[in-house]
């Protein structure tokens, strides 16, 4: 067991991988991963001009989960959505990283079928700005 653990902390150390974007001035985080993320990246820009502050953090790995790069934003922003194409798996993931410092929202798709940049926008605005 003790050789597992040191194993597996020796790849948390290593292997995550994210990319941020825009989130020093966040007021509240986009995390997305996949198209999900490229989608978002565009929900970023529509929310700027629309006078909203949002960010992104795109996990680039899944496993270890990059939970640093969201619990050094916990204190600071109004709330986290996670948009994904599926059930809400990755939701969970985010909430223990948050924990419970921030809300945490989530916005899914299942069946292939992909959101477009103006229903995640809308997601946003109801589960995150118009409870602030």
């Known amino acids: 067991n003790q050789h ?15 990319e ?3 989130c020093e001035d966040a007021e ?32 680039i790995t899944l496993w270890p989960f990059p939970k640093q790069a969201i619990t050094k ?4 922003v ?9 059930a809400g ?3 969970e993931d985010v909430k223990l990283a948050v924990n419970g410092k921030a809300p945490v929202a989530h916005y899914g798709r299942m069946g292939g079928m992909m959101a477009s940049p103006s229903e995640v926008l809308n997601a946003i605005e109801e589960k995150l ?3 602030n």
Not at 4 to 18: G, S
Not at 78 to 86: L, Q, V
């Open 4 to 18: 597992l653990q040191n194993k597996y902390k020796t790849i948390e150390e290593n292997e995550i991988r994210f």
């Open 20 to 22: 941020e974007s825009q």
């Open 28 to 59: 509240y985080i986009i995390v997305a991963f996949g198209s999900s993320a490229r989608i978002s990246q565009k929900v970023v820009q529509m929310g700027r001009e629309k006078g909203y502050k949002i960010g992104l953090i795109r996990p």
């Open 73 to 76: 934003y916990a204190d600071k």
């Open 78 to 86: 109004k709330g986290f959505i996670s948009i994904e194409m599926n």
């Open 89 to 91: 798996q990755m939701v």
């Open 129 to 131: 700005i118009s409870k």
